[in-house]
């Protein structure tokens, strides 16, 4: 059995979780404990440790989906999740400017040393005063070949979106 | 719909970068405590800031000493005959009220200098109103300005490291320009200080050894550079990791077949 990954990161409280559980086939794997710091101030429950999703692709093909720590003191597992992963999903809390350094600096750690490809999803944009995809590329900072893409993690067909525009990233850079 | 947020959180130097590359047009309204601030921009260039609402009055003309107080009052009687469209600034050149000239770089200055006192707040929250255009009795400056400007001049009044420090964490990172710095550089206007760092640029050098070149203090080598970052003339990076065979550059992931990645792709469409 061949098994490819995908890493979903971003800051907390992007929608990393939301994001995994809306198109895992199994039921998430998440090690969601009650927060003990301040990532208490933004939700009760934040993820500690990682989600794990998955989807058979075929019977000789599964995809893992991980879901990174969204804290900086996690930040050690970044590197042990992003090597040998087929593409990158950076969420962004679209309504949360305050988070926008922090997923700079997340996007800067994963493209630094790997030739990653990756797509930026622009989450809760069914929220009011949510910055646009475009505002966001500005904010990150992001060149215009960065697909920087609007999303809603509790919708399936808006994650299904986000992973398909991953994978024709990939596909592009894949071998015949 | 307005975009809000704390400039504590995406700092003045980042917005205005947001207004500049994405042609803004729009009222930026900032609050600080008592303090308050209001910008306007037309297509990414600034069109008038103000620190104090009665400044955005047209008797701000009179107390800057540009015209008199009939002089004022022959232009609001012209503009408003003129009716839609029309603003008192355009309407005081037409009339030749006072020199373009004299009415540009007093206004210029003025807003100049409100936005340069936002960049000492270290807090407060803004709100961009998109397509928010001032009154048209406001007195605006004649030609926009570049906010690229602004931004440098606007960093080299900033004197604290926590900001600096949010885009260069270490002086290990080497500066390398963007790939087309000099479209970028017309607008820019450096200090002798500012082209001995410029002109160490290389793509190679650390800020360490940048400092250790140009014998100027690591603080203000990534004082001057953090200003280069944020008029988007350069970018710093972590130095590559010494590879084997000798290779350089970042690590390239095992490429996939595409018959797998379509398989992929087929897959999450039938979800």
């Known amino acids: 059995?061949?098994?490819?990954?995908?890493?979903?990161?971003?800051?907390?409280?992007?929608?990393?979780?939301?994001?995994?559980?809306?198109?895992?086939?199994?039921?998430?794997?998440?090690?969601?404990?009650?927060?003990?710091?301040?990532?208490?101030?933004?939700?009760?429950?934040?993820?500690?440790?990682?989600?794990?999703?998955?989807?058979?692709?075929g019977n000789d093909l599964v995809l893992h989906l991980f879901g990174t720590p969204g804290q900086k003191r996690f930040d050690f597992m970044w590197e042990i999740l992003s090597e040998g992963m087929l593409g990158l999903v950076i969420l962004v809390d679209s309504t949360r400017p305050e988070t926008f350094r922090e997923t700079n600096r997340i996007i800067d750690f994963f493209i630094s040393y790997r030739d990653t490809a990756y797509v930026i999803a622009a989450n809760k944009q069914d929220r009011p005063n949510a910055w646009s995809p475009e505002e966001l590329r500005l904010a990150l900072r992001q060149p215009p070949h960065v697909k920087v893409l609007p999303c809603v993690a509790s919708d399936r067909e808006s994650v299904k979106n986000v992973l398909l525009e991953l994978l024709y990233v990939i596909q592009e850079r894949s071998e015949e | 719909m307005a975009l809000v947020g704390n400039i504590r959180d995406f700092g003045l130097s980042d917005f205005l970068y947001l207004v500049d590359r994405g042609d803004k047009?729009?009222?930026?309204?900032?609050?600080?405590?008592?303090?308050?601030?209001?910008?306007?921009?037309?297509?990414?260039?600034?069109?008038?800031?103000?620190?104090?609402?009665?400044?955005?009055?047209?008797?701000?003309l009179v107390r800057l000493g540009l015209l008199s107080d009939s002089q004022l009052a022959r232009a609001r009687a012209s503009l408003a005959m003129r009716g839609n469209g029309a603003t008192l600034t355009e309407v005081i050149l037409a009339e030749n009220l006072a020199p373009r000239e004299q009415l540009q770089g007093t206004l210029q200055n003025f807003s100049e200098e409100a936005v340069y006192g936002l960049f000492g707040w270290p807090e407060g929250e803004f709100r961009f109103e998109q397509n928010q255009r001032p009154d048209p009795a406001a007195p605006t400056i004649p030609s926009p300005i570049s906010v690229d400007h602004l931004i440098m001049e606007g960093v080299r009044r900033i004197d604290e490291w926590g900001r600096i420090r949010d885009r260069i964490p270490s002086t290990d990172l080497v500066v390398r320009f963007l790939d087309q710095p000099g479209v970028r550089v017309r607008g820019v206007k450096l200090s002798a200080e500012e082209w001995r760092v410029f002109a160490r640029i290389n793509g190679r050098d650390s800020l360490a050894e940048i400092a250790?070149?140009?014998?100027?203090?690591?603080?203000?080598?990534?004082?001057?550079?953090?200003?280069?970052?944020?008029?988007?003339?350069?970018e710093v990076a972590k130095r590559a990791r010494p590879l084997p065979l000798e290779r350089s550059g970042a690590i390239e992931q095992p490429r996939l077949k595409r018959s797998l990645v379509n398989r992929i792709i087929n897959r999450i469409k039938g979800l």
């Open chain 1, 1 to 57: 059995m061949q098994t490819v990954k995908m890493v979903i990161s971003g800051a907390v409280n992007a929608g990393k979780t939301e994001f995994i559980r809306s198109i895992s086939e199994i039921e998430v794997v998440s090690t969601e404990r009650r927060a003990t710091d301040d990532t208490r101030m933004i939700k009760k429950e934040t993820t500690v440790a990682m989600d794990f999703g998955r989807i058979a692709i």
């Open chain 2, 25 to 60: 047009t729009g009222g930026l309204y900032l609050s600080h405590g008592q303090e308050t601030a209001l910008l306007f921009f037309e297509k990414g260039k600034l069109v008038m800031a103000v620190r104090r609402p009665e400044d955005q009055q047209p008797d701000l």
């Open chain 2, 212 to 234: 250790q070149k140009t014998s100027l203090s690591e603080f203000d080598v990534c004082r001057i550079v953090y200003g280069f970052l944020t008029a988007g003339l350069v």
